[in-house]
């Protein structure tokens, strides 16, 4: 099962209930999830595989930003 990767936990400084992930998915209290990017590429090529739609978001940001 893929695991989301966290965008972020505030929104115009107010916490969110449920944290937002990068593919858009809001993550559920108890879900499994990437803390934020930095922890999902230090598990490439682990056993954990990350929700491919995140990657992709993630790698677009950087494509943009760069």
């Known amino acids: 099962m893929a ?3 966290i965008k972020y936990t ?3 400084g107010v ?3 449920e944290p937002e992930a990068w ?3 809001s993550i559920e209290a108890m879900e499994w999830h990437f803390k934020d990017a ?3 590429a230090w598990s490439a090529g682990g056993s954990i595989q ?3 739609n995140c990657v992709k978001a993630i ?4 494509e943009r930003e760069l």
Do not use: S, V
């Not at 790698?59 to 950087?62: A, G, H, N, P, V």
């Open 3 to 5: 695991r989301h990767t």
């Open 10 to 12: 505030h929104k115009n």
């Open 15 to 17: 916490e969110l209930d």
């Open 23 to 25: 593919c858009g998915r």
């Open 38 to 40: 930095q922890y999902l």
């Open 50 to 52: 990350p929700c491919r």
């Open 59 to 62: 790698i677009k940001e950087l």
